[in-house]
């Protein structure tokens, strides 16, 4: 089970206190559920109010389960100490042109929409505003990390963050030097993702980093091979789970983490190189319908009832 620190004071040694994460969606949530579950300060921004009130909907539903499984700590207290340590705020580039850093910010963490602009316009503004500190990390799965940063002041002050889905269970996390990342951040970052008790990997700013660069050519080998009408989709997911240990089957995994996000990060990688990934036409016609997954109600499979 994840270690979880539930002191209300802790000592983080990376020097980072206040985190702002921004994008509410499955990945922003998770990250600012855990980083309040190990003592840190969090700001969660995202432009919508209805995002931010299923945010707070989901990450209470999160911590109830967590609370549950601890054994040293009331989960009534446990539960409001996490949900104390987490404030949100609406925010909007098409609207803002400033954000106020009210809340001293050591680190944000990014993770909006995979689009470069979208992520350039942000971070033209935060680092206009930002404390001469404060470092900037993206949660980033299909863009490169460095070209996210090119046109920020703090270039040194910046770096990948890379959490898996579902961020409260998934024990990993990929921190991303980008070529203008100092040592002095790159270690900040990962003594950071250990305080959130996650088990840090290092890894270089290139396509996939570590686990999406193996994992996802397999699922959507997986989508090609059912395209192929080699086997049924049931049954790939079982000789997945059953013959090489998976916890999920390729088409239960891509309708988790969400077929918009499996495309963004294909077709990020077809941009770049057009000869080696390919993605596969049942991923675009499920998206242009609407099915992304689980979140949808519909992807691969059908979740409705
Ligand atoms: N918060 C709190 N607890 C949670 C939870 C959450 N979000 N999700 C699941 N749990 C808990 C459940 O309550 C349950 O607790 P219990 O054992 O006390 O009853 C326990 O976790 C197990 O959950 P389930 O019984 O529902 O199901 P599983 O045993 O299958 O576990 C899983 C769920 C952890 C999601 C597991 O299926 C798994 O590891 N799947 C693979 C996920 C994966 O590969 N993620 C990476 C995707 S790639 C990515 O994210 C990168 C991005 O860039 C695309």
Redesign the pocket.
């Known amino acids: ?1 994840t270690s979880i620190c539930i002191r209300r004071f802790c000592h983080h040694s990376s020097g980072i206190k206040n985190v702002t994460i921004f994008g509410g969606g499955l ?1 922003g949530s ?1 990250i600012a ?1 855990v980083a309040a579950q190990s003592g840190f300060n969090v700001l969660l921004v995202d432009q919508q109010k209805e995002i931010l009130d299923k945010s707070h909907k ?1 990450i209470l ?3 109830e ?2 609370a ?2 601890q054994d040293k700590v009331e989960p009534k207290e446990f539960v409001e100490s996490v949900i104390s340590r987490i404030s949100t705020k609406q925010f909007n580039t098409a609207n803002d042109s400033s954000f106020d850093m009210k809340h001293e910010t050591d680190l944000v963490i990014e993770a909006i929409v995979e689009n470069m602009e979208a992520k350039h316009k942000l971070f033209e503004i935060l680092d206009a505003e930002s404390p001469e500190n404060t470092i900037f990390a993206t ?4 863009l490169p990390v460095g070209e996210i940063f090119q046109h920020v002041k703090r270039s040194d002050k910046v770096g990948g963050l ?9 024990k990993l996390l990929e921190v991303v030097k980008a070529d203008t990342t100092s040592d002095d951040t790159f270690h900040k970052l990962c003594s950071f993702g250990s305080e959130m008790n996650k088990t840090v990997v290092k890894c270089k700013d290139t396509a996939g980093f570590i ?2 660069r193996l ?2 050519p397999y699922l959507a080998e997986a989508v090609l091979m059912l395209e192929r009408g080699d086997a049924e989709m049931k049954d790939i997911d079982t000789a997945m789970k059953l013959g090489a240990g ?3 089957g390729p088409f ?2 891509l309708d ?3 077929l918009d ?2 495309e963004a ?1 294909l077709q990020g990688w077809c941009d770049k190189y057009p000869d080696t990934f390919k993605v596969p036409e049942t991923v675009r016609k499920l998206v242009a319908e609407g099915k992304l997954g689980r979140k949808s109600g519909e992807g691969f499979y059908n979740y409705s009832k």
């Open positions: 089970m990945m998770g559920q989901r539903q999160s911590v389960k967590m549950k499984k949660n980033t799965s299909s890379h959490y898996f889905n579902p961020v409260p269970m998934m686990v999406n994992l996802v998976y916890p999920m239960e995994l988790y983490v969400g996000t499996t990060i």
